[in-house]
């Protein structure tokens, strides 16, 4: 089993969770990191296994398809995981993600 998709068997299933409770309780920094992080390192502020994604000129169509279908050969999808709202949290937080 690959580590993201390690990260993915923890990853909070916040599908049964009412759309208002769930963003009130959405640690996206958190989801990211235990998500995420094993590929975009520094919190996506660094290239790692994936690219670094802070100041990043990929639309958010973009990042969201990316998100929920993957990348061969090495993003795993993440759209059976994911909801739009924590998927939607991600392409904010990556946003607001300052260049180092």
Known sequence: MTACAAALACAPNARSQGADE???NLNVEQLFATSCGFCHQNGGRAP???PKLAGT???DDYIINQIKNG???GMPA???S???TQIHAIVGYIRGLKDE
Request: aromatic share 12%; net charge positive.
């Open 82 to 84: 994911f909801n739009d």
């Open 48 to 50: 790692g296994r994936g």
């Open 22 to 24: 769930q963003s009130a």
């Open 57 to 59: 000129d990929k639309s």
């Open 71 to 73: 990348k061969m050969p």
């Open 78 to 80: 993440f759209g059976g």
